[in-house]
């Protein structure tokens, strides 16, 4: 069992930046793609990013590309999303989430486990 917590969420506005962080905890996230998801209110939850078990591989949203970046530290056991040029249509609740695989190339994840999610709102 994976546990997820997600941290760094809050209200910015439109053009700023904000960087979310998501720490495991009981297992090492060594052998899993890890990814971001987000929800905003009244929508289905919509895939953002994912990174490959080692780091080498990354894949984004057409909606968040050339803005957004997830990266990694296995050593820390935590994943990150610096979102820059943060834009009104960014408002959601962020999820973290683990698939375990060690699949070199990532695509859209398919998570076996989720965290509780952190809100991001930004104002225009």
């Known amino acids: 069992q994976v546990q997820l917590a997600e941290s760094g969420g809050g209200l910015v506005q439109a053009g700023g930046s904000l960087r979310l962080s998501c720490a495991a905890s009981?297992?090492?996230?060594?052998?899993?793609?890890m990814g971001w998801f987000r929800q905003a209110p009244g929508k289905e939850r919509e895939f953002v990013a994912a990174?490959?078990?080692?780091?080498?591989?990354?894949y984004y949203a057409d909606s968040v590309k050339g803005r957004f970046t997830i990266s990694r530290d296995n050593a820390k056991n935590t994943v990150s999303l610096q979102m820059n040029s943060l834009k009104p249509e960014d408002t959601a609740v962020y999820y973290c989430?683990?698939?375990?695989?060690?699949?070199?190339?990532?695509?859209?994840?398919?998570?076996?486990?989720w965290g509780q999610g952190t809100q991001v709102t930004v104002s225009s």
């Open positions: 989430a683990a698939e375990q695989s060690t699949r070199p190339i990532v695509g859209v994840i398919r998570p076996d486990y």
């Open positions: 009981r297992r090492s996230l060594s052998r899993y793609v």
């Open positions: 990174i490959s078990w080692n780091g080498g591989n990354s």
